[in-house]
């Protein structure tokens, strides 16, 4: 009844396309650069400009690719004791003992989580694909099954 989801290792900075269009900036950018040189013309401002952000684009995309999490962490960990989430590195990290949850509601792409206290939290799970989304309901109703919370899907 655990589950441990790196939402970084599948996202799309991963896939093919993506590496293929932070390669290529990198070989416009070189490109560039070369044709200037061959052609003896000066680098003009919009020249360094140009080049400066596709090699900036380009060694930062790298980065991402080489090491994920570089910019911060994206996880989904839910166990008998606590729901943690980080949708994106950029997101608000949620850590939510089961104990004080009194229901969950799952909508569409989010997950209510109502506390024992009156208050709630809603997480957007747009970004974490269909798959990881079914994982995550699964696992959440065999922990609501065991702990008697109220799930409404």
């Keep these: 009844?655990?589950?441990?989801?790196?939402?970084?290792?599948?996202?799309?900075?991963?896939k093919k396309l993506f590496k293929f269009i932070g390669t290529g900036w990198g070989i416009i950018a070189v490109s560039w650069i070369i044709v200037k040189l061959y052609e003896r013309t000066p680098f003009r401002?919009?020249?360094?400009?140009?080049?400066?952000?596709?090699?900036?684009y380009f060694i930062v995309f790298m980065a991402r690719i080489i090491k994920p999490d570089i910019f911060?962490?994206?996880?989904?960990?839910?166990?008998?004791?606590?729901?943690?989430?980080?949708?994106?590195p950029n997101a608000k990290e949620y850590n939510i003992p089961w104990?004080?949850?009194?229901?969950?509601?799952?909508r569409v792409t989010f997950l209510d989580i109502f506390l024992v206290d009156g208050s709630s939290v809603s997480i957007d799970l747009?970004?974490?694909?269909?798959?990881?989304?079914?994982?995550?309901k699964v696992v959440i109703q065999q922990?609501?099954?065991?702990k008697g919370i109220l799930l409404s899907l």
């Excluded at 747009?126 to 995550?136: A, C, H, M, P, S």
Aim: hydrophobic share 45%.
């Design 1 to 14: 009844m655990s589950l441990y989801i790196d939402l970084l290792k599948d996202s799309p900075h991963q």
């Design 45 to 56: 401002l919009f020249d360094w400009f140009y080049v400066s952000f596709m090699m900036l």
């Design 72 to 88: 911060g962490k994206a996880f989904v960990r839910i166990d008998e004791n606590v729901i943690s989430m980080k949708i994106s």
């Design 99 to 106: 104990a004080q949850v009194s229901k969950l509601l799952y």
């Design 126 to 136: 747009t970004n974490v694909g269909y798959e990881n989304i079914q994982k995550i």
């Design 143 to 146: 922990v609501c099954r065991a």
